[in-house]
């Protein structure tokens, strides 16, 4: 992915211009109430920067999936309040992302004021990308920033098409993302490591196969790593294990071949004849003495040591996905260790560690290293496309 996008250094005096500003505020609720505002927090800077500057702030964001109905229970009014808290300043609603209700809302703002627009999917123009739509919205700005890296893998109204019909600009937390993920696939220091686990091989299929391509060493763990293990003819008892992927786990350890990827499997396993904390039947063992009543829940101690030797090599760590089940003790072993591993690596300057996954950011939250990695992605489904190497439609569109 090449980074020849324009950024808020290349705005020139923007004071008293409008600024249509595509953020992420799909924010988790509970009873009404905002339960995190993670999300808001990182586009803080984009928004105030721009207000500093003298610009009209207008925010536009989707809320949930109300398929192009008004939909009063996700209507943006409701994230208002946590809006302001984070900024610490006073946020306008406007129920409108086009047409005369929002331009005379907009009159009244004066420079360096902001102001949330509606939920961009109460409009069916917006996951069509209608041209119609695009042409309206834009009509209220003179310039459009994108700071939703979560959102760029779909090719909508706010997330692509504005950024053709406006001047557009990555915002800082999608300047921050996409400089991040540069450096640990686009034009990385080598050698490379992939780390992928998770619970299955299908979800991931187009990961591993563009990262054996790409990476020097490919570490598979988790539920994953299973299938794999099957597919070299182990036995893996009771394991999740999808034995329908055999072929496809060996063609992928053949792609692997071919480029120079070398591939690090388990060979030592923590078992459990049942999933859950502590069981009395809890043994480390070889993968090949695994019992046809036993499962395999994490990457055994030895075998992580040897995973750590292998990223003290390495210069880049990109991570996706749990060695282990982590949520349940202990079968977080593997994971919290080599994210302690990764993070002391990273704090002293020899590896430069990318993350990214829902259930990866939550493992790495519990191993106490979010501070200590180079960056952590928060944005689910788009970090995943990237690392399957697609061309992200938002990021295409603020390249061109
Ligand atoms: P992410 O959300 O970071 O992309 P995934 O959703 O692919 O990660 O995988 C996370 C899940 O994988 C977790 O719920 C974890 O319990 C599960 N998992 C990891 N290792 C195993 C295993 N050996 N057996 C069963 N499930 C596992
Ligand atoms: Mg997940």
């Not at 505002?37 to 984009?46: E, F, I």
């Not at 994230?79 to 331009?103: D, Q, S, T």
């Not at 990764?342 to 993350?355: D, M, P």
Request: hydrophobic content about 45%; some cysteine.
């Amino acid at each position: 992915m090449s980074s020849h996008f324009r950024t808020l250094d290349d705005l020139s005096d923007i004071s008293g211009k409008t600024a249509l500003v595509r953020v992420d505020l799909n924010l988790p609720m509970q009873d009404g109430l905002v339960t995190d505002d993670t999300r808001v927090r990182a586009s803080a800077p984009t928004i105030l920067e721009l207000a500093d500057k003298g610009a009209k702030v207008l925010l536009l964001a989707h809320f949930g999936r109300p398929k192009g109905d008004r939909v009063s229970t996700m209507s943006l009014s409701l994230v208002v309040g946590a809006v302001e808290r984070v900024l610490g300043k006073e946020v306008m609603f406007v129920p409108e992302i086009a047409g005369p209700v929002a331009a005379q809302a907009i009159g009244i703002l004066r420079p360096g004021d902001i102001a949330i627009l509606e939920n961009t999917r109460f409009w069916k123009g917006e996951e069509k990308n209608d041209p119609d739509l695009v042409k309206a919205v834009a009509a209220i700005g003179d310039f459009y920033v994108n700071d939703a890296f979560s959102a760029a893998h779909r090719a909508h109204a706010t997330t692509e098409g504005l950024a053709h019909a406006l001047p557009a600009y990555a915002g800082r937390s999608m300047q921050a993302e996409l400089e991040a993920l540069d450096k640990a696939l686009g034009s990385p220091v080598k050698p490379v490591a992939a780390l992928v686990g998770g619970a299955k091989v299908s979800s991931k299929l187009d990961v591993l196969k563009h990262l054996v391509t790409q990476v020097d060493h490919l570490i598979i763990g988790g539920g994953m790593a299973n299938t794999f293990l099957a597919a070299k003819g182990v036995d893996v008892g009771k394991s999740l294990c999808e034995h329908d992927l055999t072929g496809t786990a060996n063609e992928i350890l053949t792609a692997a071949d071919a480029s120079g990827c070398t591939v690090h499997l388990p060979y030592e396993v923590v078992v459990s004849k049942e999933f859950a904390a502590n069981p009395a039947s809890l043994r480390t063992c070889n993968v090949h003495e695994v019992a046809a009543d036993e499962m395999i829940l994490d990457v055994g101690p030895a075998a992580v040591e040897g995973l750590a030797d292998v990223l003290k090599c390495c210069r880049t760590l990109v991570w996706n996905g749990p060695m282990g089940a982590f949520e349940m003790e202990p079968f977080d072993a593997a994971t919290v260790a080599l994210a302690k591993t990764a993070a002391a690596l990273t704090q002293e300057g020899s590896l430069i560690s990318v993350a990214g996954g829902g259930d990866t950011v939550a493992a790495l939250n519990h191993a106490g290293v979010v501070q200590d990695f180079s960056y952590i992605s928060t944005a689910g489904g788009a970090f995943l496309e990237w690392m399957e190497g697609r061309e992200l439609p938002g990021v295409a569109a603020l390249s061109s």
